[in-house]
């Protein structure tokens, strides 16, 4: 299994701000993944994040709004931008287990208040 | 794309029952299917993966089913604990392949009374 740990782990922000979250895991891993879960929702998967190349957002969400980096093999960030009330959430990254079984394993999660 | 379903929504039981929650998959060529636990407020925790190429898992008291052709998955808990208190989720990756992001469904929030 892989150890992932998110900063912040929570975070109350302004409407209009933005707020970059990190995900760092203690293995090098080929896929992350960020989610998001809205309050009393399960979780959405918001976009992949593959080491060198751009990430791939899922349907409703755009780049322009989460902005993606992946600049190693341990390491992401997320950035919530110009952010809504309607952005309050948990936000969690994951990441692929060994290739064998395609197991996924998540952080703690950035819970996310927009006032 | 997979869609996930999950009943029941919530369940309450008494401690030391055994207990089954259910989760259902559109798409038979599922990869894997696996089971998560989230405690309130905190991120998830993998409980069982189970291969498209197996019908059971088993770790503990947790027993983990999949029947690709009914499009079914059951995780069997056994001797319930209060500790067993939390919401249960079951996921499978969005395309065919192991290597994607999961849909999950909208989880079991189970409550074991002492």
């Known amino acids: 299994s892989a150890v992932i740990s998110q900063k912040p782990s929570r975070d109350i922000c302004q409407r209009g701000t933005s707020l970059t979250i990190q995900c760092q895991v203690d293995s090098q891993v080929t896929m992350m993944f960020w989610y998001r879960q809205q309050p009393g929702q399960s979780l959405t998967l918001i976009a992949t994040a593959n080491q060198g190349s751009e990430a791939t957002y899922e349907s409703g969400f755009v780049i322009d709004k989460f902005p993606i980096s992946r600049p190693n093999l341990t390491f992401s960030t997320l950035t919530v931008s110009n952010m809504s009330p309607e952005d309050s959430s948990i936000y969690l990254c994951?990441?692929?287990?060994?290739?064998?079984?395609?197991?996924?394993?998540f952080g703690p999660g950035t819970r996310l208040t927009v006032t | 794309k997979q869609e996930v379903t999950q009943i029941p929504a919530a369940l309450s039981v008494p401690e030391g029952e055994n207990l089954v929650l259910n989760c259902s998959f559109t798409?038979?060529?599922?990869?894997?299917l696996q089971w998560f636990r989230q405690d309130p407020g905190k991120g998830l925790t993998s409980l069982l993966l189970i291969q498209s190429s197996q019908r059971e898992q088993t770790s503990g008291r947790l027993n983990a089913s999949l029947d690709k052709s009914s499009g079914r998955s059951t995780l069997y808990i056994a001797a319930s604990q209060p500790g067993d208190s939390a919401t249960y989720l079951c996921a499978g990756p969005n395309s065919g392949g192991g290597a994607d992001g999961l849909t999950f469904g909208k989880g079991t929030h189970l409550i074991i009374q002492p």
């Open positions: 994951s990441v692929l287990g060994a290739t064998s079984s395609y197991e996924q394993y």
């Open positions: 798409d038979s060529a599922i990869y894997n």
